[in-house]
């Protein structure tokens, strides 16, 4: 009785750690920025205790047959999306209700502290909301609030077959604006890219999600903001997220993964708890170039996560990755 006593207080004190881990107030933690290495999971298994990884040995196969049963589900739903929006049904089908249902089924429970309960009826499209990045799935939570349009990668859509079917499950509620990334030499095809974001706004009449640090992180701090989406002239609503797996020593996103791995790791876990915090809107100040109301943004994200905004860019992340490619292709 003894060791199952030692063992259950074992594992209330690890779900209890967990829980604090990812509820910490918000913070000002100032000094330099972290080391590059520090910012990235590079598996997406994390170290954890002697009692993690029995529960994953445990969990190992109900969490294999809880991927087929969600794979299939899903391949299921493509088709009848598919179906659906030939016939233009799709929008009468996947009510509120069902949308949630759904995305708790696969594997996305969603907390929510809104400014106030009134916010996003009070603030009418078009508005961008902009969140830090943890994962390739990131935007899924956000389909809790309704259907919103999402700027990606052309490169990262176009990747492979899995992105654009993937994207394209959830495409009633949905919509991707693939944009291309630019030189700075190419002012004029950028101002192209933003006339024709704000062109679909205004048709869509529905709010625009981006990711301006670029490229997903571990959440430990935020990279730079990039500029593009905070020179639009539009309203900005920041988001900051965090994201767990509960009891499972699992990290949800990892640096150099494929969308099927996420996917893969999304379907196998019991599930990932994501917590959005939406703050005040803001926007930008007269005379306030992009970068400063980019970095203000971002700042204001960092604060509220209880983290540094950092002066790492995507284009830093990316030869880190390089790095490691190349490290272990040697």
């Avoid at 967990?18 to 913070?27: E, G, M, S, T």
């Avoid at 980019?294 to 204001?300: C, D, P």
Wanted: aromatic share 14%; charged share 20%.
């Amino acid at each position: 009785m003894s060791y199952i006593s030692e063992l259950l207080r074992r594992f209330k004190d690890s779900l209890s750690r967990r829980y604090n881990k990812h509820r910490r107030l918000p913070q000002y933690t100032g000094g330099s920025d972290p080391s590059l290495e520090s910012m990235f999971n590079k598996s997406h298994l994390s170290g954890g205790n002697v009692l993690d990884w029995i529960l994953l040995a445990l969990y190992f196969p109900w969490g294999l047959g809880l991927f087929i049963i969600r794979f299939n589900a899903f391949i299921a739903l493509m088709v009848s999306v598919t179906i659906l929006n030939f016939l233009g049904l799709s929008k009468y089908i996947f009510t509120p209700a069902i949308r949630n249902l759904l995305l708790k089924f696969f594997g996305v429970w969603t907390i929510t502290a809104l400014p106030d309960p009134f916010f996003f009826s009070r603030h009418k499209p078009p508005y961008i909301v902009t969140s830090n990045h943890l994962t390739a799935v990131d935007v899924l939570p956000f389909l809790q609030f309704g259907p919103l349009d999402v700027v990606i990668d052309r490169d990262f859509f176009n990747s492979s077959w899995v992105s654009v079917y993937f994207l394209k499950g959830f495409e009633w509620i949905l919509g991707t604006i693939k944009v291309a990334h630019l030189g700075p030499e190419q002012n004029e095809e950028r101002e192209k890219q933003k006339q024709h974001i704000k062109n679909h706004l205004e048709k869509a009449h529905r709010p625009l999600l981006i990711f301006p640090e670029g490229w997903d992180s571990n959440g430990s701090s935020v990279m730079t903001y990039q500029k593009f989406s905070f020179g639009l002239g539009l309203k900005i609503v920041p988001a900051a997220i965090q994201c767990h797996v509960p009891l499972l020593p699992i990290h949800p996103g990892m640096l150099g993964t494929t969308v099927f791995a996420e996917i893969f790791w999304l379907f196998f876990s019991p599930m990932y708890v994501f917590r959005i915090s939406v703050l005040p809107a803001m926007e930008s100040k007269p005379n306030e170039d992009s970068v400063a109301f980019a970095q203000r943004v971002q700042e204001a994200t960092a604060y509220s996560l209880g983290v540094r905004a950092t002066k790492w860019t995507k284009k830093d992340a990316l030869n880190y990755r390089r790095s490691l490619l190349k490290a272990k292709s040697s």
